[in-house]
């Protein structure tokens, strides 16, 4: 079961990646409100935070390697050269996580802020979830005084840099659920028709896809971990049904209806099975019919045998007669 939960997750991921567009509100840039300013250590103005003391970034590199300034490693810097990025609205109790993958000679520190302070206030910390090795941090059942930017600060003694998310939150809605025993597992015929029934129970339903699992040298899932799908159909409604017309074999197979919204997702799988036509069987009729008409053949040649084995017989007997007389 965890690792059915692990694979749900991965296609998720997967497939909200795929299904959101430039301009979703999950990942549109909004210009920074005229009363937010980032720190001044971020715009250049300050060698440090207003609550610190020197910073000690430790001796100069000794392994040969050039003293650079900090930078955003290459998986990141696309995403962080936007000025600023919206988060949300994410639904109260839920949780969001912001990174800022960053390098440098030496490797830099990274600190996080919120609206340009150090996050210090006792309950914001008890649910966050520090991780400076991996450049991220989580916080966990948001509230809506949570809401706010968000500023990772990264520096070495070479460089600065700064990257603010801003967290919208809104209050927490039922969650994104499918219609139970939908769909449904289908067994047909070669040739003939088949469809797979969804119903999505939501009140901001994104978007409903179909998709189709797929084998590649017998594995379906690729070596990054995503599973190997065919996205057949997509739509906006909360109910559809998937038709396939004159299946064959190679149909056959696992389908998943997914559906999305803003922060959740719902998934579910059903089996088409493709058996082989089966030869023509007559019915019992045709076999009495076949019976009879082979039975009518034998009795019409014994009749006709009767007949012949007469006629001999009337003339051997008139023969003899006249003989006689």
Avoid at 18 to 26: E, M, T, V, Y
Avoid at 50 to 59: A, I, L, P, V, W
Avoid at 60 to 82: H, M, N
Avoid at 226 to 245: A, G, M, Q, R, S
């Amino acid at each position: 079961m965890q690792r059915n939960g692990l694979i749900f997750r991965l296609l998720g991921v997967f497939l909200l990646l795929l299904s959101f567009h430039p301009g979703d509100i999950s990942a549109s840039t909004i210009e920074p409100p005229r009363e937010f300013q980032e720190p001044p250590i971020c715009r250049g103005e300050s060698p440090r935070l207003d609550d610190e003391d020197d910073e000690d970034f430790g001796d100069e590199p000794d392994d040969g390697s050039i003293p650079s300034a900090p930078f955003w490693t290459v998986s990141a810097k696309g995403r962080l050269d936007i000025e600023r990025i919206h988060i949300g609205p994410v639904p109260v109790g839920n949780s969001v996580e912001f990174r800022c993958q960053a390098s440098g000679h030496p490797l830099p520190s990274i600190t996080w802020l919120k609206n340009g302070k150090r996050i210090t206030e006792p309950d914001v910390l008890s649910r966050m979830r520090l991780r400076p090795e991996h450049w991220y941090i989580v916080i966990r059942n948001i509230t809506h005084s949570d809401r706010g930017n968000y500023t990772c600060l990264v520096r070495n003694r070479y460089g600065v840099l700064c990257h603010t998310y801003y967290l919208s939150t809104e209050d927490a809605h039922p969650r994104l659920t499918l219609e139970e025993g939908l769909p449904a597992n289908q067994t047909v015929v070669v040739g003939s028709d088949a469809e797979f029934t969804c119903k999505a129970y939501s009140t901001r339903l994104l978007f409903m896809q179909w998709l189709k699992h797929n084998e590649v040298n017998g594995s379906k899932f690729g070596p990054d971990g995503y599973p190997y799908i065919t996205i057949l159909k997509t739509t906006n409604k909360t109910f559809d049904v998937l038709h396939l017309h004159n299946v064959t074999a190679e149909d056959a197979g696992e389908y998943s209806c997914y559906a999305g919204e803003k922060t959740n997702f719902a998934f579910r799988s059903a089996w088409l099975t493709v058996l082989p036509k089966e030869p023509l069987v007559q019915s019992d009729t045709e076999d009495l019919a076949s019976g009879f008409n082979v039975l009518r053949d034998l009795l019409d040649r014994r009749l006709l045998s009767l007949e012949r084995r007469l006629s001999e017989l009337e003339k051997h007997v008139f023969g003899a007669k006249n003989r006689h007389n």
